[in-house]
């Protein structure tokens, strides 16, 4: 069964940058797409980003684009997502899904497995 891990989160200032982690395990992250979503206390949660699982393609929300960047390392199974220009609107936990099943990349139903996410906290 697949697994997913997420870290990185933490506090950051307005205009810093994180870069979050997600370690999978039990199943090879190269044979599934992933993303990363977030959800910030009262709101529903909100696509962030996907990358294929080749890694050969990406999308993002409009929110994000320009700022954040999705990757992965299939061979230390592991995906990532880089903040930059962070700003007080991106508080929220993030988390990592993978297990892709179709439908629209940006639904949260679309995903079959999830990481218990992580708290990033930008400050203004």
């Known amino acids: 069964q697949l697994q997913l891990v997420e870290s990185g989160g933490g506090l950051v200032q307005t205009g810093g940058s994180l870069r979050l982690a997600c370690a999978a395990s039990g199943r090879p992250l190269s044979m599934y797409g992933m993303g990363w979503f977030r959800q910030a206390p009262g709101k529903e949660r909100e696509f962030v980003a996907h990358?294929?699982?080749?890694?050969?393609?990406?999308y993002y929300a409009g929110s994000v684009k320009g700022r954040f960047t999705i990757s992965r390392d299939n061979a230390k199974n592991t995906g990532y997502l880089h903040m930059n220009s962070l700003t007080p609107e991106d508080t929220a936990v993030y988390y990592c899904?993978?297990?892709?099943?179709?439908?629209?990349?940006?639904?949260?139903?679309?995903?079959?497995?999830w990481g218990q996410g992580t708290q990033v906290t930008v400050s203004s």
């Open positions: 990358i294929t699982n080749s890694g050969r393609s990406t």
């Open positions: 899904t993978a297990g892709f099943r179709g439908g629209s990349r940006e639904s949260d139903q679309a995903y079959d497995v």
